[in-house]
C-alpha cells in the first residue's frame, strides 16, 4: 500500500508539471499572437523567460524564504538540542546530508524545508512545535521534511512559483495593452484569435494558481508516506498533525502568502467554504485516513 501510494503520487506529479509547462507555452502563444500575431514568437519568450527566471530562484530559493518567514539560523546542538539531533538521526535514516536548522518565533506548531537539493537543504520549526509536540511526534514532523528534501520537492515547488509567477507576467503584460491590438488596421487580421488570446491572459494567473496548489497537495501526499517509510510509526505523524490541525494560525508576520504550500500544514488556516481548489494542502481529515490504512 505504501509504494503504491507513492509511486501514484509521483506520476500525478509529472503529469501536472508537463501540464504546467505546457501551459506556460499556451500563455507565451497566446501573448505572441496577441502582440505579434506570431504564436510561435510568443511561446519562444515565454520558454526562455520561464527558464531564466526558475534558474535564479531555485539558486536563491534557500536564503530567500528563509528571511520572508523571519527564520533565524541555530549553528549548534545546544542551541536546540532535541530538534537538532531529531533533524540529524531523519537526514541519516534518508540517506540525505545534515541541512541547515532554522526557528520560528511563533506559537503556532508548523515546519517546513526548502532548498534546491539535499546539499543546501534547510528545514524550519517554530518555536510552537518545539514546545507542543513530543519526540516520536517532531520525529513524524522531520521525517516528512526530511522526504521533502530526499524527493527534491522543494525544487518542484520552486520551479511551481516561478512558473507561475512569470504566467502572471507575462498575462499581466499582454492585458495591459487592452485595445491596442485592435486599431491594427490588418484586414487579414483574426478578431476571434485576438480575443481568444486575450480571454487566456486573462485567465492565464488563476489557472496557473491552481495548478501550483494542486502540485503542492499531491506532494503533501507523498511526504506523509515517506515519513512512515522512514519512521515505520505512522501513529507519531497522526498525533502531531492532529495537534497541528487543531491549532491557532501563525501570525502573518512570519508567514509569507507565497510559501504558505511549504509548510506541513496551512499556516494561514484560510477559510475555503466556496471551494478547495486555492488550498495550499489537502483537507487534513484525507490526510489523516491515508496514514491509518498505512
Not at 208 to 230: K, W
Not at 256 to 276: E, M, N, T, V
Request: proline share 4%; net charge negative; aromatic share 8%.
Amino acid at each position: 500500500m505504501l509504494y503504491e501510494q507513492i509511486t501514484k503520487n509521483k506520476r500525478k506529479t509529472v503529469l501536472l508539471l508537463f501540464g504546467f509547462f505546457l501551459f506556460t507555452a499556451l500563455v507565451g502563444a497566446a501573448l505572441g499572437y496577441y502582440l505579434m500575431r506570431s504564436a510561435s514568437a510568443g511561446i519562444l519568450i515565454a520558454v526562455v523567460a520561464a527558464g531564466i527566471y526558475a534558474l535564479y530562484t531555485i539558486g536563491q530559493s534557500t536564503d530567500i524564504v528563509m528571511s520572508m518567514n523571519n527564520a533565524q539560523e541555530i549553528t549548534q546542538a545546544d542551541q536546540a538540542p532535541e530538534l537538532w539531533h531529531i533533524v540529524e538521526d531523519m537526514a541519516l535514516v534518508a540517506r540525505v546530508p545534515m541541512p541547515r536548522v532554522f526557528i520560528i518565533d511563533d506559537a503556532s506548531p508548523n515546519a517546513f524545508a526548502t532548498g534546491n537539493k539535499p546539499e543546501n537543504a534547510a528545514v524550519a520549526a517554530t518555536t510552537g512545535i518545539l514546545a507542543r509536540l513530543n519526540r516520536e511526534e517532531l520525529e513524524g514532523v522531520m521525517a516528512h521534511e526530511m522526504t521533502h528534501v530526499r524527493n527534491y520537492d522543494i525544487r518542484v515547488q520552486t520551479l511551481a512559483v516561478a512558473l507561475t509567477s512569470i504566467i502572471t507576467m507575462l498575462a499581466n503584460f499582454g492585458t495591459s495593452f487592452w485595445g491596442w491590438s485592435s486599431r491594427d488596421d490588418d484586414r487579414d487580421t483574426n478578431i476571434f484569435g485576438i480575443l481568444l488570446s486575450f480571454v487566456v491572459m486573462l485567465l492565464a494567473p488563476l489557472a496557473a494558481t491552481i495548478i501550483q496548489m494542486a502540485i503542492s497537495r499531491n506532494r503533501e501526499y507523498l511526504a506523509d508516506a515517506g515519513a512512515v517509510e522512514l519512521t515505520r510509526n505512522p501513529q507519531g505523524l497522526i498525533d502531531a498533525l492532529t495537534k497541528i490541525s487543531n491549532s491557532e494560525p501563525m501570525s502573518e508576520d512570519n508567514v509569507a502568502p507565497s510559501s504558505a504550500g511549504l509548510y506541513i500544514s496551512d499556516p494561514l488556516k484560510q477559510d475555503s467554504r466556496w471551494s478547495h481548489l486555492f488550498d495550499t494542502h489537502p483537507p487534513m481529515e484525507k490526510r489523516l485516513e491515508a496514514l491509518r490504512r498505512m
